[in-house]
């Protein structure tokens, strides 16, 4: 609904291609096209946190992805193809129109209801995510079931027959032509029609599986698909032994409509707890809550859009306040949200131990509920252990390409250390935060104005993630008033940034101290380069020291003025630049382990053939990011641990 036009098409030689429309192209259904682009290997994730892409298209059965450059007609569209065009866009109008009734709740009414997330803001599409309720904002089992509540409320009344399952049948179709025919909607619509009109719902499940699975072997391997069947297959196991339970306290009604809605949700919970980042008892209560409040709201969307439509537009109040009654809730829970409690395998455990106890009694499960209480007691012993054994400091180097970012966590404080460009502040370095459970950092520190450094902070900025950004340089010249209108609407500068200098310290504990060496406050002339902060961070016995983007000579400058002693680890100047990192600098500090932040074939040739040489003579190890992805540190006691994401290395 942001405008955004996607292109599925078919090529005798690669298949189903599906893209983004590009400029100057007005798509036609039926039309025959030429495109020009390249394709390309989707990448691995190289970050704590960040969504595997490469893993998603596999699940998918796709090998590569296609960007195209320019698109052209060659042909013109069939007489039966503008027509479906013409009867899709006039139910993306319909669409709209029923969307424009929710007023400022569009955007949540748009995903919620109809799978369509693009009006969704980061910061929302963060707050989902973060408690792990993601699925909300698309159309899913979850949405289906809510949809049909009510239905299914008047036509179980008597004998089910024919005529009930065409209009069962009848409104399921009209749901899916609705919302769009997205795969997910495509699943639950023929899982739902399926399971209603078999006179053995499992059966009917079964069969809806098997057509699916034949008319695309690789949607069994999608999570989307799994959580589909399993929510199906909770609501045929459980609802009756969840309704019988529930009759006393909430009437055989309420309980009739809830009951589908809950068993929903255990179905799921396997599969949210393996793909959400947040797991443990908390997060599930939050889950199941969410879903059931949005599942409530569904119910409510069909009866009160047509109610708003044919009479006042204040019938949409009933569905418009489960929406702001969802909303508010992810709010709260994410405010006072503290920690996660258990780890992932605890929390499978506890699903599986509710699945079994709320299921039919039998043989089999009378056997395995004291060997799953068992395990379950073991895991929460391991998962205190891990707890106890947590590291006085991690400083996380995160893969930001060609670019510089570093967390430092201690004590429960969190120090950012550069963000890189403003794009990786959305795809790396927030989806780290995420996977640390970090709402806002203590303090951000940009070590000078280049965007590979700043732009990530921005963004974060933008989110309300960080408060004011301490820099060398805080001053409204050019550059920094261009940066200014760019990304922040032309705030102050000083509104923003703060001065930080020689002579600062910043304490995250007892133990881990941040000092900075460098520059003074009279030295700082632009904000670039030669202005970077220089800081050497000391924990334990441990000392680690960051010099941004510093030259040799600003280093000699350093030298000549500050006895900085031996250091443990050197984070390189300037993604290892053969003008940073100079022989002085690694005779005097002696380093063991130099770190360097560079990506991946970039155009610099970083790191430098002579910075490596230079590192090799002093005898210093050398661990980029290009070849481990994000590099961890963890520090306990007087011992450190290197870690990368993609493999590891320990000293």
């Known amino acids: 609904?942001?405008?955004?036009?996607?292109?599925?098409?078919y090529s005798s030689r690669f298949g189903f291609l599906e893209f983004k429309s590009v400029e100057g192209y007005d798509p036609v259904a039926g039309e025959r096209i030429s495109c020009e682009g390249y394709f390309f290997e989707a990448d691995e994730p190289r970050d704590p946190g960040q969504f595997d892409y490469k893993r998603y298209l596999e699940r998918k059965g796709i090998k590569h992805a296609f960007k195209p450059d320019m698109i052209t007609a060659s042909g013109s569209a069939p007489l039966l193809n503008r027509l479906l065009y013409s009867m899709d866009e006039r139910f993306f109008e319909l669409r709209s129109g029923m969307i424009g009734l929710y007023g400022d709740h569009g955007p949540l009414a748009a995903s919620v209801f109809m799978g369509d997330s693009s009006l969704i803001e980061d910061n929302v599409r963060s707050l989902y995510k973060r408690n792990g309720c993601a699925h909300i904002l698309a159309v899913s089992g979850t949405h289906f079931a809510g949809f049909l509540a009510l239905l299914t409320y008047f036509l179980d009344k008597g004998r089910k027959n024919r005529r009930k399952k065409v209009v069962y049948v009848t409104f399921c179709i009209m749901l899916a032509t609705l919302t769009g025919w997205s795969s997910s909607v495509?699943?639950?619509?023929?899982?739902?029609?399926?399971?209603?009109?078999?006179?053995?719902?499992?059966?009917?499940?079964?069969?809806?599986?098997?057509?699916m699975m034949l008319a695309d072997p690789y949607s069994a391997l999608s999570y989307g698909f799994l959580m589909t069947s399993s929510s199906a297959i909770a609501i045929l196991c459980l609802t009756s032994r969840i309704r019988k339970r529930?009759?006393?306290?909430?009437?055989?009604?309420t309980a009739s409509v809830i009951s589908p809605v809950i068993a929903s949700q255990i179905g799921m919970l396997p599969f949210v707890t393996l793909t959400s980042q947040k797991y443990g008892v908390i997060p599930m209560l939050i889950q199941i809550t969410t879903s059931f409040i949005a599942s409530v709201a569904c119910s409510f969307f069909v009866p009160s859009v047509i109610l708003a439509k044919c009479f006042s537009p204040l019938f949409i109040f009933p569905s418009e306040f489960m929406l702001l009654l969802l909303d508010r809730f992810v709010c709260t829970a994410d405010r006072f949200y503290i920690g996660y409690g258990v780890g992932r395998l605890t929390a499978l455990l506890i699903v599986i131990i509710v699945f079994v106890f709320l299921c039919e009694p039998s043989f089999i499960a009378r056997k395995l509920?004291?060997?799953l209480i068992l395990l379950l007691c073991l895991s929460f012993i391991f998962n205190i252990t891990d707890k106890i054994c947590e590291p006085d400091a991690r400083v996380v180097f995160i893969d930001v390409g060609q670019g510089d970012s570093c967390l430092i966590l201690a004590s429960g404080k969190t120090i950012l250390i550069d963000g890189g460009t403003y794009d990786a502040g959305k795809d790396n370095v927030l989806p780290v935060l995420e996977y640390y459970d970090i709402r806002h950092i203590d303090v951000t520190i940009a070590t000078h104005w280049d965007s590979d450094h700043l732009g990530g902070l921005l963004y974060l900025y933008q989110q309300g993630i960080t408060g004011k950004i301490y820099t060398s340089f805080v001053e409204a010249d050019m550059k920094q008033q261009q940066v200014m209108d760019e990304y922040l609407n032309g705030e102050d500068v000083k509104e923003v940034f703060e001065s930080m200098n020689e002579g600062d310290v910043i304490r995250l504990s007892d133990e881990c101290v941040l000092k900075v060496i460098y520059p003074s406050l009279c030295e700082v002339?632009?904000?670039e380069n030669e202005d970077s902060l220089v800081i050497l961070m000391?924990?334990?016995?441990?000392?680690?020291?960051?010099?941004?983007?510093?030259g040799i000579?600003?280093?000699?400058?350093?030298?000549?003025?500050?006895?900085?002693?031996?250091v443990d680890i050197l984070k390189a100047g300037h993604h290892g630049s053969e003008y940073s990192t100079g022989n002085?600098?690694?005779?005097?500090?002696?380093?063991?382990?130099?770190?360097?932040?560079?990506?991946?074939?970039?155009?610099?040739?970083?790191?430098?053939i002579e910075t490596l040489e230079r590192l090799n003579e002093h005898d210093v190890d050398v661990i980029s990011t290009q070849d481990h992805g994000a590099i961890t540190v963890e520090i306990c006691d007087d011992r450190y641990t290197v870690s990368g994401f993609l493999n590891m290395h320990d000293k």
């Open 1 to 9: 609904m942001d405008g955004t036009v996607r292109i599925r098409a």
């Open 186 to 211: 495509t699943r639950s619509c023929i899982m739902c029609s399926s399971s209603y009109c078999s006179k053995d719902p499992l059966s009917g499940l079964c069969t809806a599986c098997v057509v």
């Open 246 to 253: 529930s009759e006393s306290f909430l009437g055989k009604k």
């Open 369 to 371: 509920k004291k060997p």
């Open 525 to 527: 002339s632009d904000g």
């Open 538 to 550: 000391s924990c334990n016995d441990m000392s680690m020291l960051f010099t941004g983007d510093l």
């Open 553 to 566: 000579e600003s280093e000699e400058i350093l030298l000549d003025r500050y006895d900085i002693g031996k």
């Open 584 to 608: 002085r600098l690694l005779s005097e500090i002696s380093p063991s382990l130099c770190i360097i932040s560079a990506g991946v074939d970039n155009q610099y040739g970083h790191p430098a």
